[in-house]
């Protein structure tokens, strides 16, 4: 089998390019996913996040802890294996980061990618049902849209949180995150607006455009140093697919690597201790892992106050019918309505802690309900962590997970971060706008008060929040693995465009940072002058806190 573009990886940037790439009717491009179609219901209905946030559409990989986290359990990190990817099963949370986050790339040598570089191919994606302005798009083929149902307790919390002195903030994606709001989501018409939904739907009718899912790709073919194609297992059998142009990886930041190590494309060293051969010797693949750490506050509520509810059977039956009939009610929002940006480190200029409220317990995989069924969830995240991991091969079999070390928390200032943003969303929880709805904090215990104690709790208790990102960084030094057209150094025919090229983690959740990658990729692999930029990017003040 023979075509122009292989993409290797049907999540949320390999949806864009192969979409893109296919607009052209004179390029032949095949899109290889190692997950099934996103066939299953849930995935297209907000509410229903609780269900796709665990179970058979997730791929579990264990990570190593830090001897002082003191874990007695093997820690896994979870990572999506469908469709869309991470779009098809997140909570549809549309974040861009802040203009600081893109500066910042480019001083690491992403010329290029500065925040007035990237907003256009933001705006390109984006059909938003609110904004239509300086920083927000219409008619794109992204859905992004305000929640139509806000649970009350959602606005309770807001209330609490400007009540501890958060200002309300209208758009955490006007280039001014600071303060507390409600989300918008990927979401059209009340129904998830997926990359795969987006982009590769309205693709299936072309002739050029070939998705094959279920297909594992387990090695790069090059040769005289050249990507020519890719092998890949489907149902048991082993096949080839030949690139004429060019091969684009797109497996996300753990697999992506991974994929490259297998290729002969990484640290030569470390590639021989497996038997592998070193095509090119690139010692960045695999380094630079970064991913935001959590914390999760869970509290047991004084009545049926949150969407736990809906859990009994009477009330899902209402709410699924409420849906099927008007398309809204509950299961129409996607559980996290409400959240917020503020400070970990006062010093900061803008804000290093992500806030969200799940109206909720037990919602998400790794976290608890609470006696009696009613309860809530605020989870809380350092997003500019400045500890850094690896990802490595464990051996030269593809079916073998890597080794994954996020080495969350090797910074110490990672760890305090997310302390006084621990004590930050206590602090929110005692306020009189939320706490006349809760019973008791269920974790961290009662008693727990001191910040000794809470650096503790966060300390061994942190969990993945699933955003690895930077193993492939791009750049112009020699630990770059792609250059800032994201094509890997030393092997032509070759680029990787997804979260493993990112310099830094972005401030948040970085869904929209991967569709507006695909974007950038899909331009550049076609040609494409740059977009202009749309305005004069004022860097936003220092907000007072």
């Known amino acids: 089998m023979t075509c122009d573009y292989v993409v290797v990886g049907g999540g949320a940037t390999g949806c864009v390019i192969a979409s893109r790439l296919s607009e052209d009717a004179a390029n032949s491009v095949i899109l290889l996913e190692e997950g099934p179609r996103d066939l299953n219901p849930y995935i297209h209905i907000p509410g229903a996040y609780y269900k796709t946030a665990q179970g058979e559409l997730l791929k579990r990989f264990p990570w190593e802890p830090l001897p002082e986290q003191n874990r007695t359990e093997q820690p896994t990190m979870v990572q999506a294996r469908v469709l869309g990817g991470g779009s098809s099963v997140n909570a549809m949370i549309y974040i861009r980061g802040n203009p600081q986050d893109y500066a910042q790339w480019e001083s690491l040598g992403a010329r290029g990618w500065g925040y007035r570089d990237v907003l256009p191919y933001f705006m390109r994606s984006e059909d938003n049902n609110r904004f239509a302005n300086e920083v927000h798009g219409t008619g794109g083929p992204l859905g992004v849209s305000d929640i139509d149902q806000i649970h009350p307790l959602t606005r309770a919390w807001l209330q609490a949180c400007q009540q501890a002195g958060m200002p309300f903030n209208p758009d955490f994606n006007s280039g ?25 739907k309205p693709a299936l009718r072309r002739k050029n455009l070939d998705v094959v899912t279920r297909a594992r790709v387990t090695r790069i073919l090059i040769e005289n140093g050249r990507a020519v194609g890719v092998e890949y297992v ?36 470390a590639l021989r201790q497996h038997g592998i051969p070193a095509v090119v010797d690139l010692p960045g693949v695999g380094q630079n892992l970064q991913d935001h750490i959590e914390m999760s506050l869970i509290y047991q509520l004084n009545g049926p106050h949150s969407y736990d509810k809906y859990k009994k059977p009477h009330w899902k039956l209402a709410a699924g019918l409420n849906y099927i009939l008007f398309g809204g009610g509950p299961a129409a929002s996607n559980l996290i309505e409400g959240g917020g940006f503020w400070f970990g480190n006062k010093e900061e200029s803008v804000p290093d802690v992500q806030f969200f409220l799940v ?41 073998d997970n890597p080794r994954v070390a996020p080495r969350y928390f090797a910074d110490p200032y990672d760890l305090e971060a997310v302390t006084n943003g621990t004590l930050h969303a206590m602090d929110i929880m005692e306020k009189p706008a939320i706490s006349r709805y809760i019973t008791a904090r269920q974790l961290p215990a009662p008693s727990m008060r001191s910040k000794e104690e809470v650096r503790r709790f966060c300390l061994e208790t942190a969990h993945a929040a699933l955003h690895p990102a930077g193993t492939c960084r791009m750049g112009l030094d020699e630990g770059a693995v792609v250059d800032p057209e994201l094509r890997v150094r030393g092997i032509d025919g070759l680029r990787v465009a997804d979260a493993s090229v990112m310099p830094t983690l972005i401030s948040g959740n970085p869904n929209a940072v991967c569709i507006m990658i695909g974007e950038r990729a899909a331009s550049f692999i076609k040609g494409e002058q740059p977009l202009p930029q749309a305005f004069s990017v004022e860097m936003p003040q220092q907000a007072t806190h």
Request: aromatic share 2%; hydrophobic share 40%; charged share 15%.
């Open 359 to 399: 109206v909720g317990a037990g919602v998400e995989e790794g976290v608890d309900a609470v006696p009696g069924g009613n309860g809530c969830t605020v989870n809380l995240g350092q997003i500019r962590p400045r500890s850094r991991g690896e990802v490595t091969l464990l051996s030269a079999n593809p079916l």
């Open 234 to 269: 489907e149902s048991g059998r082993t096949c080839t697919v030949r690139a004429e142009k060019e091969v684009i990886v797109s497996a996300g930041a753990i697999a992506t690597p991974k994929l490259l190590m297998l290729s002969g494309i990484g640290p030569a060293a």
């Open 176 to 200: 001014n995150q600071a303060g507390c709001g409600l989300y918008q989501i990927t979401a059209r018409n009340n129904r998830r607006s997926s990359a795969a939904v987006a982009f590769i």
